[in-house]
């Protein structure tokens, strides 16, 4: 009998993934790009969560934490991935084309959930890189916007050109048939660049600490009372904007216990 042909071959997909076909990629700049893929019917998730996401690599599962950035209820799924070049990951993933398989964990898990949020009127969403994936899941719940009267997109890049999403949420999303209306008037989006020249410029951080962010948007101080917080960004970020609201009376929330700000620990650098 004949050899099987290579393609027979293909490393079986592993009990703990599905293998999601590749529909389109869209690459931002030299550093980041984002991707779509089929979404098995089986796979339930809740916006702000993360699944390990990846390929087969010699015969194994390669993966990394992903934040979703499609909604819940979108068919498809989407991510924002960095691309690092000697990345064990991202140096393979950032080459994958259309009608490619990707690994999607089964169990998506994550804190950047809106019950772990006690009630308030704004929702922050702060976010650097491609952190800002989580929120562009969040940003079209919306049950996010029954549960607050404000919800502001902080996203802090270093060059204009690394704002993914920038043109889709102020024009496409206003002009969304069903989630347009709804967000009118309670999406802010507040970017910022710090490498170069942008109407908002500066890290979130000194935005945030100045007071400057509050009273571009026409927001009272932040403060525990009324705002709540999600963070989701580099280790430097999460952990600079953590000590500014723990100083001022912020309280971690958690999957056990919700509090008035959450942070992603779970985020892919190479
Ligand atoms: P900066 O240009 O001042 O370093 P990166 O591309 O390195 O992930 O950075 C993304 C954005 O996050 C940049 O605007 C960067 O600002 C900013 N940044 C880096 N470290 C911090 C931090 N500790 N707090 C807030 N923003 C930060």
Not at 70 to 88: A, R, T
Not at 180 to 200: C, D, I, N, S, W
Request: with cysteine; aromatic share 8%.
């Amino acid at each position: 009998m004949d050899a099987l042909p290579l393609a027979a071959a293909k490393p079986a997909i592993p009990p703990a993934f599905f293998g999601e076909r590749v529909t389109w990629v869209h690459h931002w700049t030299d550093k980041q790009f984002s991707f779509r893929c089929t979404r098995d019917p089986a796979l339930r998730f809740v916006a702000g969560q993360f699944a390990m996401i990846g390929l087969m690599v010699d015969g194994k599962p390669l993966v990394r934490a992903y934040s979703m950035v499609s909604p819940p209820w979108d068919e498809e799924l989407e991510f924002l991935s960095i691309k690092v070049q000697n990345g064990p990951l991202t140096s393979r993933l950032q080459h994958i084309k259309a009608g490619d398989t990707v690994l999607i964990g089964k169990k998506p898990t994550g804190t950047l959930l809106i019950e772990n949020l006690l009630p308030g009127k704004t929702l922050w969403m702060v976010s650097t890189g491609t952190g800002l994936a989580p929120f562009m899941s969040l940003i079209r719940e919306p049950e996010v916007y029954e549960r607050y009267e404000h919800v502001v997109l902080m996203h802090g890049v270093r060059e204009v050109k690394e704002l993914a999403y920038h043109d889709y949420i102020g024009n496409d999303l206003p002009a969304h048939e069903f989630l347009g209306e709804m967000l009118q008037g309670k999406l802010l989006y507040y970017p910022t660049v710090t490498r170069e020249a942008f109407p908002t410029q500066g890290r979130v951080t000194t935005l945030l600490e100045s007071g400057k962010a509050c009273a571009d948007l026409g927001l009272p101080p932040l403060s525990p009372e009324h705002d709540r917080v999600m963070l989701c960004g580099s280790e430097a970020m999460n952990a600079d904007v953590k000590a500014l609201l723990e100083a001022r009376g912020f309280t971690e929330g958690s999957n056990s216990e919700p509090g008035t700000y959450v942070v992603e620990k779970a985020f892919v650098t190479k």
